[in-house]
Each structure stands twice: as C-alpha cells, then as structure tokens.
Nanobody, 122 residues
Framework: QVQLVESGGGLVQAGASLRLSCAAS????????MGWFRQAPGKEREFVAS????????SYSDSVKGRFTISRDNAKNTLYLQMNSLKPEDTAVYYC???????????????WGQGTQVTVSS
C-alpha cells in the first residue's frame, strides 16, 4: 500500500513562488512514477507534471511549462513541485499521484494524496 501526503500550499500573490512536497510511504514507492495534478473550483482535475521513478524523464502541461519544476528525492521518498511566477489561474487544490508504471495524464493513476490548497491573489 502507498500513502501520499502533500504539504506546502498556501496563499500568495501573483508572481510569487511556492514549493509543494509530497511525502510517500510504501515499500516500493521510490520505484513508482509520480506526478502532480490540480483541480480548480468548478473545473475537472487536470494534469500538471510527472516524473519517472529515476527522475530521468519529466513531462509538463503547456500551462505550467517553464514556470514549474517537478523533482524527487528517492532517498527521502519525497516528490516536489517548485512553482515560480504564479498566476491567479494556478489557484487550485494540488494532488500528488503515484503509479507503478508511468503516470497517466488522464488521471487514472492508482494512488492519490488528499491535496493541498494553493491560492494566488492578483
């Protein structure tokens, strides 16, 4: 079983930065692909970024490419999302996900955290 716990959300002004963390527990979680998704009020959950289990491959949605960076520390079983140049449209609940194979950007991944709120004011 894999458990994921996000942290690091908060209220910031446009242009600011935040770093989200996702602490993972489970015997083999450091061999899983991991990713971040977000869901804004009244909208469907959307893919943000993903990373392979070794960290060799990353993928980003067009809306965050160049501003967000996904990374992981397998020794600490922790996933990160560095978010720079935040915009009001980045406001959402951010979820961490893990999957034994690659992350499915459509959101059918096996394990999910409870989410952390990010609010960006204009």
């Amino acid at each position: 079983q894999v458990q994921l716990v996000e942290s690091g959300g908060g209220l910031v002004q446009a242009g600011a930065s935040l770093r989200l963390s996702c602490a993972a527990s489970g015997r083999t979680v450091n061999t899983y692909a991991m990713g971040w998704f977000r869901q804004a009020p009244g909208k469907e959950r959307e893919f943000v970024a993903s990373i392979s289990w070794r960290g060799s491959f990353t993928s980003y949605s067009d809306s965050v490419k160049g501003r967000f960076t996904i990374s992981r520390d397998n020794a600490k079983n922790t996933l990160y999302l560095q978010m720079n140049s935040l915009k009001p449209e980045d406001t959402a609940v951010y979820y961490c996900a893990a999957n034994p194979s690659s992350i499915d950007s459509s959101g059918t991944d096996r394990y999910w955290g409870q989410g952390t709120q990010v609010t960006v004011s204009s």
